[in-house]
């Protein structure tokens, strides 16, 4: 299957020749030679994504449209099966005696009718890889090696795997080298819905140098602007810059410049920037 050049491809990575790996939710969605269950996969499971982003070969949504993924198998419906649930007793049933003689001969705690044997291969499916149950885990682990800074080796970590195995016995913890490839793909999607947004934008910018515990130096950029489909101020990092040379002025300059280029912010869009007092901060903005 040659590789289309919808843009919906954006939110995706080919693997093999009729299937595709989902940025977002890392789930594989078989393509089966177009991009059709690509984009309802996209429209039902993060319909925020086209918001911005409008497909060419977007599905034309009418009432009698099946939303449903064709190519996915049809969730299993729970039934009342009398061999599955056992000791239903019913308040129609026909004679006192016989009621009187159920619930004399069975324990309230037999009254709880098991969970089908269908529900539970669903629960174990939804947890195996590309899983709806495992995906949503994955991703609050991506989160939080995001929001709070941890390394990747966290998921080897013996309290934090003790910790998952408790709460979900049947999720298979993906390695740190798994880890960063999801994080990386999250990246390109994340980096260009921000890219389209950014786009023709007036914004205002804030920037900063700061130094770590080995004495690094690096030179920090952060956005801020209107979102009209949100209706709010957003503020995104877009960056950490190594500063490898000393920050001088005219390096700190050639550095915001080429930020701003990468993340398509037009400079006479920028309404203001916002830095310390610096002198080589003030230079480079003035």
Request: net charge positive; aromatic share 6%.
């Amino acid at each position: 299957m040659k590789r289309s050049s919808s843009k919906i491809w954006v939110h995706f990575k080919k693997k093999g020749d009729c299937s595709a790996e989902c940025r977002h939710c890392f789930k594989s969605v078989k393509s089966s030679g177009n991009t059709t269950n690509l984009i309802l996969h996209i429209k039902r499971n993060h319909p925020s994504l086209l918001e911005k982003q409008k497909t060419p070969n977007s599905v034309p949504s009418t009432s009698k449209m099946c939303t449903k993924n064709p190519v996915d198998p049809p969730p299993l419906k729970r039934k009342n099966n009398p061999e599955e649930e056992r000791f239903i007793i019913s308040s129609q049933a026909s004679g006192s005696t016989s009621t009187e003689h159920s619930q004399a001969s069975v324990p309230d705690a037999d009254l709880t009718v098991p969970v089908p044997i269908a529900d539970a291969f669903l629960k174990v499916r939804a947890m195996k890889s590309g899983g709806d149950a495992a995906a949503k885990i994955t991703q609050s682990i991506i989160y939080m090696i995001c929001k709070d800074c941890e390394p990747f080796r966290i998921v080897e970590r013996k309290g934090f795997r003790r910790i998952l195995k408790t709460l979900a016995p049947q999720y298979s913890i993906p390695d740190r080298t798994t880890l960063k490839r999801y994080v990386e793909e999250k990246y390109k999607a994340l980096s260009h819905l921000i890219k389209l947004k950014l786009e023709g934008k007036t914004v205002t910018l804030t920037t900063d140098i700061w130094t770590d515990l080995q004495v690094r130096s690096y030179l920090s950029l952060t956005v801020h602007y209107f979102d009209e489909s949100s209706n709010k101020m957003v503020s995104n990092d877009l960056a950490a810059v190594h500063l490898e040379e000393n920050h001088t002025g005219e390096l700190i300059s050639k550095e915001l410049l080429e930020l701003c280029h990468q993340w398509n912010i037009n400079k006479d869009d920028v309404l203001v920037v916002v830095s310390d007092n610096a002198s080589s901060s003030v230079t480079s903005i003035t």
